[in-house]
């Protein structure tokens, strides 16, 4: 599957100010049919970025073996020509749906040929098609979209003779690995110090970790719901988020001594 964004993007109007932002066009192609998908965001920021390969991976119903993308900068942390590395957070939507990402190499668009040209046909069978249109939400925009995107796919393509879901059904979703339980969810990644109460700060709050951990630095993992912490790659604690800001969050078993002693 490659995947890349669009180089042109659709107004998103405030209804209550009247400014218009644009909005980034994710496409994401399967390479022997050309089966399209097509998703906008308010940004190509890492959680859109994530969130558009899990749709797209949803969209068709599995896995392929491999994901070619571009060189985003919220995706790849370090864009060299022989070994790129990810940024932690795609690393693990990657090994969550067991599949390889292989970004291309700076400005060499021939490397993911086929999306550049599924570019262009969003852009001019969809993009061209809503140019009349006014959006309020992005949500609305991605409705149309999808509706226009059912018909691109659908359409028989003159040279093949077939459609890009036929050709998509026959060759290419036999050959896709399964979907896992669960979507990816989204996470982040941050270095802490374990303070002196062998506890570390994150967003504001304060959250435990075992003891023989004081001085040290850790790795936290920031869900939605829940703090994961790791130390050489080996989780030693895990909290649920705090919703208020400030405040401590403790797991007794962590505790050098019980809390009472601690508080006498």
């Given at each position: ?10 107004p ?28 906008t ?24 073996k ?15 020509w ?25 400005r060499?668009p021939r490397h ?69 339980d ?7 990644w ?68 019980p809390?009472?002693?601690m508080a006498?």
């Amino acid at each position: 599957m490659q995947t890349d964004y669009a180089g042109h993007t659709i107004p998103i109007i405030d209804s209550g100010t009247g400014r218009a932002h644009g909005a980034q066009i994710f496409v994401a192609v399967l390479g022997a049919s050309n089966y399209t998908f097509a998703w906008t965001s308010l940004s190509q920021r890492l959680p859109d970025w994530i969130e558009a390969q899990v749709r797209a991976l949803k969209f068709r119903g599995g896995v392929p073996k491999a994901i070619v993308c571009d060189n985003l900068k919220a995706a790849v942390a370090k864009p060299l020509w022989f070994e790129p590395s990810l940024t932690r957070t795609f690393s693990d939507m990657a090994m969550h749906y067991d599949t390889t990402v292989l970004p291309t190499r700076p400005r060499k668009p021939r490397h993911k040929g086929k999306v550049e040209g599924a570019v262009l046909i969003v852009e001019r069978w969809i993009l061209a098609r809503l140019r009349n249109r006014q959006f309020f939400s992005i949500e609305a925009l991605n409705v149309a979209i999808a509706e226009l995107l059912d018909e691109l796919n659908g359409r028989i393509m003159r040279r093949v003779g077939r459609s890009r879901r036929e050709l998509f059904e026959e060759i290419e979703r036999p050959a896709l690995g399964s979907l896992p339980d669960t979507p990816f969810e989204y996470a982040v990644w941050k270095r802490a110090k374990v303070h002196p109460d062998y506890h570390i700060e994150v967003l504001h709050g304060f959250y435990s970790v075992p003891h023989r951990l004081i001085g040290r630095q850790v790795e936290v993992r920031l869900t939605h719901r829940m703090i994961e912490i790791f130390h050489n790659h080996e989780p030693v604690a895990v909290h649920h988020r705090r919703r208020q800001r400030g405040g401590h969050t403790t797991i007794r078993e962590l505790c050098p001594r019980p809390i009472s002693a601690m508080a006498a």
